[in-house]
């Protein structure tokens, strides 16, 4: 056995639960989402059993206060939303909340993404960088790359926080267009239009945010 790797003993006919342990064990130091080879390589074991040791974590903690959810292409140890408000209150925090507008400048950014400054201002009728820029400093969305039109303008895309705060494994598991009202209310848009300052935003707790 390498020093610093965990070995198994293998259990026929199902998943031994010293891997399950294990899995579990390293999804708790990590807080982040850990992406499978990533459990696998630290534990010296195949891929498909640790695909199949999750998948029963997965089922085991379903209703538990820590939920195994699948986030931003990996795996997460999560409070169970039905005790957010009781972690807050122990915390002494509270939800973090967007704007009315940034909700809609989210929204674009996630559908229509990459997408530009102007793009957005196009489709909002008024002028974004503000809030684009708060969202930015907030790690929901992050430049990448220029256009070539004139004046080169960046284009913005989402982050892997911005698939943690909601709970998506990857982009293809955006809300169909007939539950996008739904998503954006889901940040908590607060009654002002005015952005929050970018020091009171945190990410959710649980862990540090994915690497994108």
Do not use: N
């Amino acid at each position: 056995m390498s020093e610093g790797i965990l070995e198994f003993p293998q259990r026929p006919g199902g998943v031994d639960p010293e891997l399950i342990a294990g899995v579990e064990a390293l999804l708790f130091a990590a807080g982040s989402p850990l992406a499978v080879p990533v459990i696998a390589q630290a534990l010296g074991e195949p891929a498909d059993e640790v695909r199949v040791a999750l998948q029963v974590l997965e089922q085991r903690r379903r209703d538990t206060g820590v939920v195994l959810d699948r986030v931003a292409g990996g795996w997460q140890l999560r409070t169970a939303p039905r005790f957010a408000a009781a972690v807050h209150h122990l915390l002494g925090t509270r939800p973090q909340k967007l704007s009315r507008s940034a909700s809609e400048v989210l929204a674009i950014v996630a559908w229509r993404q990459p997408v530009t400054k102007p793009e957005i201002e196009r489709l909002r009728g008024v002028d974004s960088g503000g809030v684009l820029k708060h969202l930015v400093d907030r790690g929901l969305v992050r430049t990448a790359g220029r256009t070539e039109d004139p004046g080169r303008p960046l284009l913005y895309r989402t982050t892997a926080l911005f698939l943690e705060v909601f709970g998506l494994p990857d982009l293809a598991a955006l809300p169909t267009l007939a539950e996008r009202e739904g998503m954006v209310r889901g940040l908590g848009p607060t009654d002002e239009d005015d952005v929050p300052p970018a020091s009171e935003v945190s990410p959710p707790s649980g862990g540090e945010r994915a690497e994108e």
